[in-house]
């Protein structure tokens, strides 16, 4: 599973009525790149991408 699958899947259950706005390729496994995608679509959506990516680091 690529790191854009769990962030998808994370966004989905933690916030189902924005994981729309926050959906990246699944195919990306990059943090970086996942940042840099949401990021440019806004700063409030960079902020919750760069939250759920460390809920997922956390749960190595």
Same mark, same amino acid.
């Not at 854009?4 to 966004?11: C, F, I, P, S, T």
């Not at 990246?24 to 990021?39: C, K, L, P, S």
């Given at each position: 599973?690529?790191? &854009?699958? !769990?962030? =998808?899947? /994370?966004?989905? !259950?933690?916030?189902? *009525?924005?994981?729309?706005?926050?959906? $990246?390729?699944?195919?990306? =496994? =990059?943090? #970086? *790149?996942?940042? /840099?995608?949401?990021?440019? !679509?806004?700063?409030?959506? #960079? #902020?919750? &991408?760069? $939250?759920?990516?460390?809920?997922?680091?956390?749960?190595?």
């Amino acid at each position: 599973m690529t790191l &854009a699958e !769990r962030y =998808n899947a /994370e966004a989905r !259950r933690l916030m189902p *009525h924005m994981a729309e706005d926050l959906a $990246v390729d699944a195919a990306i =496994n =990059n943090a #970086g *790149h996942i940042d /840099e995608i949401v990021f440019r !679509r806004s700063e409030f959506l #960079g #902020g919750m &991408a760069a $939250v759920l990516l460390a809920l997922i680091e956390q749960q190595k």
